[in-house]
């Protein structure tokens, strides 16, 4: 009986690892090179899937603005700095945000409007809204990334976007000018070498 | 009756009389969702043919040369299975490479032929008929010729019916399944063409 169990279990092994390793040599035989352009610019993106540029995600658009039919300045979660980091891959001017974003905005759920439709759950790219069903919903502020897409699925109009508060906790020094930073980084460089 | 004989039998049996669609029912998923356009629909039938002749052939050999000699009948499924998704696996990749043109308009179809019942039901009804290594390879060969006649037919005919004027509540998936039924219907006119 515990042979027969042994065999079965190394023939059924043996079998899933020849296939494994066909798999592997042929995905090394079949390798695809990517487009390198629009992988740089896809791992630049924040990967929220949100559709807000237009594009059914960040790989599209990133294809897309690869190709040059698409113009840097879409991505809204993103805002100025990642529109200032495509610029950079894509070689091209910087442009303005779509929409003027002056302050990140957070969703807010006015508790008691909410019926506990959990369909602002699923909305919800970043998973940043809680709840159960028939239960109050509520936004965890530090996740949300202020793509609106749970706006238009409420039922009952629940959901103002508000101003991102900012805590003591979360602030952070202004990034610098990255122009001047990226000089004085090549000073400070060549000084080390000399 | 001649070994060609035979085998001419064979082919024609499993594409036209047990056609694996029309008639086992076996397949519908792939039938239905690629057969919009002509185009997707003859490259699905080459992944098809690939895939159900090498895996007819591989586990006719792996029945007769793991599974009987160890006597594990019991993991028949889940070897056939494997060796299915195996093969699938290897030609998305080979199609993502050669034409990646094809690779997107098969889309979704293309992984999803692990799952295409009629792989599997080729695979496990050589074995019941205990055929011949050739006989199986034939076999799987003819239902996967039959497969893709029956689906490169069938988008011809949807193609024709996106211009026709369909009453309201037909359009979309009633008309479509209403014409497969017929066309089913048309392939038992087949079914006294040969004795099997």
Sequence with gaps: ?194 | MSAFADFAVILLSAVLVNNYVLTKFLGICPFLGVSGKTETAIGMSFAVMFVMTLASTASWLVQKYILLPLDLLYLQTIFFILIIATLVQFIEMMIHKVSPVLYQGLGIYLPLITTNCAVLGVALLNVQQENTFMTSALYGFGAALGFALVLVLFSGLRERMEGAPVPEAFKGSAVTLITAGMMSLAFLGFSGLVKV
């Excluded at chain 1, 957070?106 to 790219?125: M, N, Q, S």
């Excluded at chain 1, 949300?144 to 805590?167: F, S, W």
């Design chain 1, 1 to 194: 009986m515990m042979v027969q169990l042994f065999y079965a279990l190394l023939a059924l092994g043996l079998f899933a690892l020849f296939a494994g390793v066909v798999l592997a040599i042929s995905s090394k035989v079949f390798h695809i090179e990517g487009d390198p352009l629009s992988d740089k610019i896809d791992a630049l993106l924040p990967q929220t899937q949100c559709g807000q540029c237009g594009y059914p995600g960040c790989r599209p658009y990133a294809d897309a603005v690869a190709a040059h039919t698409a113009d840097v300045n879409h991505c809204v979660p993103g805002g100025e700095r990642t529109m200032l980091a495509i610029a950079d891959v894509m070689g091209v001017e910087p442009k303005a945000l779509d929409e003027e974003e002056a302050m990140p905005m957070v969703a807010f759920i006015r508790e008691d409007e909410c019926i506990g439709c959990t369909l602002c759950i699923k909305a919800c790219p970043v998973d940043a809204i809680v709840g159960a069903p028939k239960q109050y919903h509520t936004v965890i502020s530090d996740h949300c990334t202020g793509c609106v897409l749970c706006l238009e699925p409420c039922p009952v109009d629940c959901i103002d976007m508000i101003a991102k508060p900012e805590l003591l906790e979360h602030w952070s020094w202004p990034l610098p000018d990255t122009q001047r930073a990226q000089v004085g980084l090549e000073r400070r460089e060549s000084h080390h070498h000399d």
